[in-house]
């Protein structure tokens, strides 16, 4: 419904006055998320009334309820729901230099301090394991990681004993990002980034990207014209390349694990059995976009073992393992 008000009020208005509302009405969903999520807040975060004014004065300094001291620019009021969700997986939150920052057990993770997604990160790195990594054998291998991010599930697996990474990821905006997740947690020897997108065939891609969070940003659906531009989106020119060739071309080869989380690019790399039959994994995980039958009958032809874990009748986990010979 919000989506059809859009373009009703785009085609009846000037793009001025569409901009200005459209821009009023995502601060209005800004208060009205944080009030909604106060209870929520105030369950790990103390200082109720301190809560219920932020958004409007206040230095930010709050106690949470494992008696850690937080202090969040006021600019990012707004996060706080966020934040709540944070604390409530165990991370311990700062904010340095524009930037976020979480610590768990040991592990450090930054990231922009309005993105969404963040929280959702630190949940599948620590609480629900959504590849099943807990009983699998990650020690001595080595891994393609398609669709890394921001680094969350590459530091997971480095943690876990892999022995090399090759970790993908084109978004600009993630770059800064990857690259001090990696450096921070001195992982440097074990992950190689890449700056760029898989797919079939060689492509440049102008895409528009949420400004507050990376989920869901994907090349596949701006080539089909499916996504387009709105407000509090950023555009982003991606670099994509053939997948095979590029491998030749960086001597990337014995793989024994590929994870891919990279918004339908998927179904491009695995539209046929190549990338199998020459990389020959021991393990494939995916996280499907748009049904999971294709990926599976693919998988299955090539002699893989295939478990499927739906999120809902579009998306969720597959994880395939090699059948002994």
Not at 53 to 59: K, V
Not at 295 to 323: D, H, M, W
């Amino acid at each position: 419904m919000k989506i059809f008000i859009r373009k009703i009020l785009n085609l009846v208005l000037t793009n001025n006055y569409f901009y200005k509302i459209d821009k009023f009405y995502s601060y209005l969903k800004r208060y009205l998320t944080y009030y909604s999520n106060l209870k929520n807040i105030n369950n790990y975060i103390n200082g109720y009334w301190g809560l219920v004014t932020f958004p409007f004065f206040g230095n930010g300094i709050f106690i949470t309820k494992q008696k850690n001291t937080i202090n969040i620019p006021r600019k990012y009021w707004h996060t706080l729901p966020m934040v709540a969700d944070i604390i409530s997986y165990g991370g311990y939150p700062s904010w340095i230099d524009g930037k976020i920052q979480i610590e768990r057990d040991g592990v450090f993770l930054v990231s922009s301090p309005i993105d969404r997604s963040f929280a959702e990160s630190i949940k599948e790195m620590f609480i629900v394991d959504e590849y099943r990594l807990n009983n699998k054998n990650i020690k001595g291998k080595t891994i393609l990681d398609i669709g890394a991010n921001i680094g969350d599930t590459a530091i997971v697996f480095s943690k876990l004993g892999a022995k090399k990474i090759y970790s993908f990821e084109p978004l600009t905006m993630l770059k800064e990002y990857l690259i001090e997740n990696i450096n921070l947690n001195g992982l440097n020897h074990i992950i190689e980034p890449h700056f760029v997108g898989l797919s079939d065939k060689d492509d440049t891609i102008d895409i528009w990207a949420m400004e507050f969070g990376s989920a869901g940003a994907s090349a596949e659906l701006h080539r089909q014209e499916v996504r387009e531009y709105k407000p509090g989106y950023i555009k982003q020119t991606l670099q994509i390349r053939n997948a095979m060739n590029y491998f030749k071309i960086h001597n990337i080869n014995d793989i024994d694990i590929i994870k891919m989380d990279c918004e339908m690019c998927e179904y491009a790399l695995l539209k046929d059995d190549t990338l199998l039959k020459i990389l020959d994994p021991e393990l494939v995980m995916i996280e499907y976009h748009n049904k999971a039958d294709s990926l599976i009958s693919i998988l299955g032809n090539c002699g893989y073992n295939c478990s499927q874990f739906p999120k809902n009748e579009r998306v969720g986990i597959i994880n395939a393992e090699k059948y002994l010979s």
